[in-house]
């Protein structure tokens, strides 16, 4: 008996220690994360700073100084190119080292090596899209180089400086919740982090949707219900700008272009894309008599930001900005000269091909009337707790063929069962260029000169010089297409649905000091229909375009806060073409107490999306549910997956086609009217707020309905900001939703001193611990903006610094 209590007192401690150093399921290793010498407690920053740090890094060529202002932004002093770059992985790791980690794992597909099999369709996905294929290729364009192969060699350099000052106390606090170690950074994860980017920005496809569409209702009508440009629209380029070029002849439509076909994914309604606004004013049109240049790219509000505020200083170069924690550079900023800013194009760079193989093997494909071999490619997917799962992709020339069987993910539920993905992304590329020479740029040709580096994501450039100059440029590399290729699923067996080509960077269409004194984008239509290539068959809608343009029309002697104040614009011009023409369809004896004290907000509504408009939450709910009600019977199909007409379109037949057959619901015997679908959708809308929120009453307020919040990067809870009290919506300037939208404003006055103000929801430190994480959002949420700290010596007395760090070899 003595012996089995002496075995129990040996394997119980045992079995204990071993669990609680053992990550269980998301549960954390409770020893080592509450450990008070290496767990959590290392994380909670002292808010006292040292002022003088000093580091060696053995790469370092000269001195740098790194000057630390009063919101933690690094503003790097470095005597060259080199060592310029690394301070800036040094710095960029210091502050966001799990970030940069994750983020290019998830690019990878190797998220399972962290979190076990629960990832593998996740992991599964990214390998078969090719995101680490087109990282390679990107690479090889960096490398070739000589500047390109500088800078991220020395970031890559900086960062693993950083990472060998490490220990296991202060590693960040999302590595011990998650129990793995960072590992070095390679030259691909910032070619990783920028693919990513550009999945983001441009891997949405809806052209297996389309291929049904077409199927089912024949050409005709998806022609008028799908058309290749809107009723309304106000493009980026203004209408009647002239082609100063001679257009290349554009490939020759197949015969055979309408007889694409798709495999099968679900039914979807076709969701607003991510949105952003740039634009910038002549001196013509401001107070100063210089530009001013604003940018708000949209994207998904994260903590940490998807942003990092930085200064770089170096003999020929002085930029402050934001850069993407993992790549070199500044993306979106100014200098002593020039500011720029960036906004979506969405440019069909992404199309799916039709393969037909020749059997079960998937060696060989039919290509030009004889056939091809595919190549193999083995994905290695390191799974936690498991066996190694090895993954065959079979590429053909478009590219990858990304499934033969549909997983459960929902990311892949457009993806088309055994067809070929032909992407921009996996192009050989060096877009790190583009950033180094505006970084530098001093005039409109250095902007130019800047703009034949970038391939993707297309991206709206715009731009402004202290020479008086504005120019916005839909940018990227294009191929020269047919009309509407690529609208459709393509026949990967004839060689004329093949990409021939591109369109010359010089003929992208491109505006320059325009008569109106304004250049601006809202990701609406490129340009009018006189442009003679083809970019794209659907863009945003207009209306932010729309209210962009109307009030830089009738702005003069603007400032700061005219610009500052119009990108929290809250105005909508949806609900101002809707709603005159919704409320007479109302059928008010049919409403009950709660539906005509909604009605009465809605009458007497300012079509604005503010915090506390109770029409705008009924509005919102109305005409989601509208939309519903006019296209669930037609186009949702089990089996047949389609997406729904665009908002432009399904306005435009509310206000010109009040008899339109689409509004009769094909399930039912009666035979409805646009005015029994707009009762029901009011109905709806009213009944659903009251179920949820009880009567009408503060809780119906936009902001609380919307629930506007910032949350972690891997959605671990407590991590995540406080719910907004915010206004803002997709239809408006300021375009905000639950969780996503304006992720860094910026409004620049050039002048003889530039003044940049910025500001981001969120904060420069990734640790939660610190009061660096989150001190910006307050700030972000009220409106208004920081006066950015840019400074012209180590020793620039303009403003506060509360540290700073000195590197020598």
Known sequence: ?????????????????????????????????????????????????????????????????????????????????????????????????????????????????????????????????????????????????????????????????????????????EYKILDFKPENWTPVKCALLLKQMS??????????????????????????????????????????????????????????????????????????????????????????????????????????????????????????????PGAPGVIIGFNQKIAWGVTNVAADVLDFYQIKFKDSTHNEYWYNNKWKATTKRLETIKIRGGKDEIDTVYYTHHGPVVYFQKPKYGRADNVPVGDALRWIAHDESNELMTFYYLNRGKNYNDYRKALTFYTAPAQNFVFASVDNDIAITPNGKFPLKWKDQGKFILDGTDPAYDWHGWIPNAQNPTVKNPPRGFVSSANQSSTDTTYPYYINWEFAPYERGKRINDRLSAMNKATLDSIRLMQTDNYSIMAQNLVPALLPLLNNEQLNATQKEALAYLNKWNKRYDAHEIAASVFEIWTKRLS??????????????????????????????????????????????????????????????????????????WANVKQTNVPHLAKIPGFGSKVLQIGGAKTAINALSEANGPSWRMVIELGKTPKGHGVYPGGQSGNPGSKFYDNMIDTWANGKLYDLFYMQSPDDKSGTVISRLKISK
């Open 199 to 324: 999945a983001v920005l441009a891997m949405g496809s809806d052209e297996f949707y389309m291929t049904n569409i077409l199927k089912k209702f024949g050409p005709e009508v998806t022609k008028n219900l799908f058309p290749d440009y809107p009723f309304r629209e106000d493009p980026i380029i203004p209408v009647g700008t002239k082609w100063d070029f001679s257009p290349l002849p554009t490939p020759k439509t197949p015969e055979s272009f309408t007889q694409a076909q798709t495999g099968e994914v679900k039914t979807t309604e076709k969701i607003e894309g991510i949105g952003s606004n740039n634009w910038a004013l002549s001196g013509t049109k401001t107070a100063s008599g210089y530009p001013i240049l604003a940018n708000d790219p949209h994207l998904d509000l994260t903590l940490p930001s998807i942003w990092y505020q930085i200064q770089l200083h170096a003999p020929g170069v002085n930029t402050y900005g934001v850069s993407l």
């Open 1 to 173: 008996m003595n012996k089995i209590k002496a075995v129990f007192c040996i394997i119980i401690p045992i079995a204990l220690a071993f669990l609680f150093n053992t990550k269980l399921g998301s549960t954390p290793p409770l020893l080592k994360f509450l450990n008070p010498f290496m767990g959590f407690w290392q994380n909670a920053e002292n808010n006292h700073f040292m002022f003088n740090h000093k580091a060696k890094i053995k790469g370092a060529i000269d001195k740098i100084e790194i000057v630390f202002d009063d919101r933690m932004i690094p503003h790097i002093f470095a005597q060259n190119d080199h060592d310029l770059y690394l301070a800036q992985g040094y710095v960029t790791a210091m502050h966001r080292l799990w970030q940069m980690d994750f983020q290019t794992r998830f690019a990878a597909g190797r998220i399972s090596e962290v979190v076990g099999d629960k990832a593998i369709e996740v992991d599964r996905y990214q390998r078969r899209m090719g995101m680490v294929y087109g990282a390679e290729n990107s690479l090889k364009g960096m490398m070739a180089d000589p500047k390109a192969k500088e800078m991220i060699l020395a970031y890559t350099e900086g960062i693993n400086a950083y990472i060998k000052t490490l220990s296991k106390a202060n590693y960040p606090l």
């Open 628 to 701: 519903h009600d006019i296209w669930a019977d037609e186009f949702e199909v089990k089996g047949i997956p389609m997406r729904y007409p665009s908002r432009d379109r399904t306005v435009e037949m509310i206000l010109k086609e009040p008899n339109a057959t689409w509004y009769d619901n094909i399930n039912t015997s009666k035979k409805e009217t646009l005015s029994d679908l707009v009762n029901e959708a009011f109905k709806y809308s009213c009944d659903s707020l009251e179920r949820r929120f009880g009567p009408i009453n503060k809780d119906w307020d």
